[in-house]
């Protein structure tokens, strides 16, 4: 079946500091990309998504591209704030018309001035 | 409503007992969902509604754990003998129809004691 790995956090950094947070995966078919933020007491929100090949997902600096070769969505950003600081999480769907999301773990960043 | 809300937003019940938690989808959108997010696990399907109908129940951990929607809007889960191990945050999501444009509530979290 369908799986998500992304790495174990939780992560902590310092405000300005590069991020990656690694996420690959496998999948029977086609699959789009996600991935989704979840700060404190709210609801999981869309960061940023791909739906093919070397596509790029972008939104509030951060990037994901979408690597087939290597089965990977890793998630980057170039300066992280304090405001960052949330739990990511990368996912996947079967493609068009599939409901289900699968999801990785989670990664905890915390972003210290 | 202008988000998928949840309630209650926090449960604490005695092991053994019945609990209900609700989901009022976003207007119009005509597919739910319901999500588990348990410690370290990241977040599991439960099931899927399209309308009042649910094509997929594959992710219920048990028949202890059953859902209904109602007039295309409103879902309720229903975990029956409570058990320790319920112990999650339920997150529902809503979209306008089968796997785009997710919204998530915030959640419901159970502590069962």
């Known amino acids: 079946g369908d799986s998500v790995t992304q790495m174990e956090g939780p992560v902590t950094l310092s405000e300005e500091a590069f991020l990656t947070i690694n996420c690959t995966y496998t999948?029977?078919?086609?699959?789009?990309l996600f991935w989704y933020v979840q700060y404190p007491g709210e609801g999981l929100q869309l960061l940023l998504k791909?739906?093919?090949?070397?596509d790029k997902g972008s939104n509030k600096g951060f990037e994901a591209t979408y690597r087939k070769e290597t089965t990977s969505f890793h998630l980057e950003k170039g300066s992280v704030q304090v405001s960052d600081s949330a739990v990511y999480f990368c996912a996947l769907s079967e493609g068009a018309g599939s409901y289900q999301l699968t999801f990785g773990k989670g990664t905890k960043l915390s972003v210290i001035p | 409503g202008a988000g998928v809300s949840q309630s209650p937003s926090n449960k604490v019940t005695e092991k053994g007992k019945d609990v209900e938690l609700r989901c009022d989808p976003i207007s119009g959108h005509t597919a739910l969902y319901w999500y588990r997010q348990s410690l370290g696990q990241g977040l599991e399907f439960l099931i899927y509604?399209?309308?009042?109908?649910?094509?997929?129940k594959s992710g219920l951990p048990s028949d202890r754990f059953s859902a209904e929607r109602t007039g295309g809007s409103v879902s309720t889960l229903t975990i029956q003998r409570t058990q320790q191990e319920d112990s999650a945050v339920y997150l529902c999501?809503?979209?306008?129809?089968?796997?785009?444009?997710?919204?998530f509530g915030s959640g419901t979290r159970l502590t069962v004691v």
């Open positions: 791909a739906t093919k090949a070397d």
């Open positions: 999501a809503s979209s306008p129809r089968a796997g785009i444009g997710y919204t």
């Open positions: 999948a029977t078919g086609y699959p789009s």
């Open positions: 509604f399209q309308g009042n109908s649910a094509p997929d």
